[in-house]
């Protein structure tokens, strides 16, 4: 059998081999099948074959390609490249990344969990409203929510108050109370600045505290229990039951406060209803109305006061009148007031009403040039 020759051109970067042509024969493999791991032994030596491939025309070759596959054609510009270290900790490709590793790296990272302990501190020290230190003078509202007095008043001046404080509409939804500085603790602390005057118990959710309405301190549920009063244990002034109001509560007792606020507001709405009512009965229907209505409504006073005169009281309570029937009340109605009815004792009639526009009538009428001018006044 006649050895056969294969002829390329090799080059390499790595190698600082421009170009140089390259003949393997199976003479000299001893008869063998040849191959791309023949043609890279006869060009480098064996320990250092395995850290170098061969490409052709881009594409990476094994080093089991035969040199006589149709891969790889007579005389063709092979480049011999030296493979990349990695795996060994020097930062190079393991080969066991995956796609999802890829993009996990530029996925969004979800913000840190917040530490329920310091989320809770933060609720009892801080303003509800602008999450500022709490500071005097400090405000509840009747569902438990502690304010710092100034920021809840700017915010609704400034009408930026959230929708979850749209119950508050002004000072009387707000209820001032007194917290009990832990002394020697400063207000930088990160801890709880405040306790209960009577158990010394910290503020700092924890424990339940209560804020009494009538009076303002704010005192520990342990303390209202051990000692039980029905006045307050810092000021000794009387309260009742449904004057202690939970501060920072959970949802189910904010539920509660919540359903006895909006029976506070439906009790006072029908107060007014029913004074308003008891206010007109009482005002009565008649002469009593009129007169109250004064001359801003066009009233003769001194006719309704010649017919209030007439009225006078049954034995039964009930009102009647004597020579007055509706004729003349609307005949009493009907007159217009004039100012000068009203003028003082030692002024004219005349010069009193002049300085009433609705005393002087006069013909001139207003021009296109000046509306405010009549014609012969400019």
Known sequence: MHPKSYHFFVQSPELQISSQSVTVSSATTHNEILSLSNLKSSLLPKSKCSSFYFTLNGKTLHDETLLSSSQIPPFSNLLLRSRLLGGGGDGGATGAESRDCYLNMYAVKKPDKVDPNEQRLSKWLNCALSNETLREPCVIDKLGNIFNKESLVE???????????????GLKDMIKVHLSAIPGVDDMGSGARFQCPVAGLEFNGKYKFFALRNCGHVLSAKALKEVKSSSCLVCHKDFEEGDKILINGSEEEVAVLRERMEEEKAKTKEKKSKKVKNGGAANGDGLEGLRLSGTKHGIDVK????????????????????????????AATAKRFKASDLAPANATKEVYASIFTSSKKSDFKETFTCRSLPLGRN
Request: proline share 2%; no cysteine; net charge positive.
């Open 303 to 330: 006719a309704v006061e010649k017919a209030s005169a007439k009225v006078e009281a049954n034995n039964n309570g009930k009102v009647s009148l004597k020579g007055v029937n509706d004729a003349s009340v609307a």
């Open 155 to 169: 915010a609704l001046i400034g009408k930026k108050l959230p929708k979850e404080f749209g119950h508050i509409k």
